[in-house]
């Protein structure tokens, strides 16, 4: 069965940066472009960037600003995103998702969740 | 694209219709999907492609729409679908999220 295992969560300083990683199995790993997804708390989700594992090309909002960098290892059918210059509003739950289909931005597999706290 | 979901929060009761909007800002033809959140959960996909069911989804789940107007109907709540839904398009990047509904007893 599809699973997408998200790294632990993090607490990290203001102005630190964080590395999350997003294991996949289940399903031929290059087939399918894996997304981020963050949810502060209380809030609605919000969509951080792409990327398209058969070709590692990456997406990202603008919203970021160049503070978010995603990239695939293959070898080890995982995913990683990773947002610089830390603070407090980073504070949520970051998920990875997978597309429902190729090129379908829709996503039915999630990951767990990783809860990344920022704090002084 | 700016998605608005409407109402904020909806009060009902086991074995009542609850019907969901989701308005966008401009045309994203059929190109939305609906998902159900728990609390401490990941979103579940509910629909795709506005009509579509996603599998393993219950018939009492359907929705309609196209364009700008979309909407999700439970048809008889039974008490796994009180919960928090969004819309979400995939017209073009960034893709967004609603606000969300949240469906409450």
């Known amino acids: 069965q599809v699973q997408l295992v998200q790294s632990g969560a993090e607490v990290k300083k203001p102005g630190a940066s964080v590395k999350v990683s997003c294991k996949a199995s289940?399903?031929?790993?290059?087939?399918?472009?894996i997304h981020w997804v963050r949810q502060a708390p209380g809030q609605s989700l919000e969509w951080m960037g792409l990327?398209?594992?058969?070709?590692?090309?990456?997406k990202y909002s603008q919203n970021f600003q160049g503070r978010v960098t995603i990239t695939a290892d293959t070898s080890a059918s995982t995913v990683y995103m990773e947002l610089t210059s830390l603070r407090s509003e980073d504070t949520a739950m970051y998920y990875c998702?997978?597309?429902?289909?190729?090129?379908?931005?829709?996503?039915?597999?999630w990951g767990q969740g990783t809860l990344v706290t920022v704090s002084s | 694209i700016v998605l608005t979901q409407s109402p904020a929060t909806l009060s009902l009761s086991p074995g009542e219709r609850a019907a969901l909007s989701c308005r966008a800002s401009?045309?994203?033809?059929?190109?939305l999907a609906w998902y159900q959140q728990k609390r401490g959960q990941a979103p579940r996909l509910l629909i795709y492609?506005?009509?579509n069911r996603a599998p393993g989804i219950p018939p009492r789940f359907s929705a309609n729409g196209h364009g700008t107007d979309f909407t999700l109907i439970i048809s008889s709540l039974e008490p796994e679908d009180f919960a928090t839904y969004y819309c979400?398009?995939?017209?073009?990047?960034?893709?967004?999220f609603g606000g969300g509904t949240k469906v409450e007893i």
């Open positions: 998702a997978r597309e429902f289909s190729s090129g379908r931005s829709h996503f039915n597999y």
């Open positions: 289940g399903y031929t790993f290059s087939s399918y472009t």
């Open positions: 990327i398209n594992i058969g070709n590692a090309d990456p």
């Open positions: 401009q045309d994203i033809y059929n190109y």
């Open positions: 492609d506005a009509t």
């Open positions: 979400q398009h995939r017209v073009n990047w960034p893709l967004t």
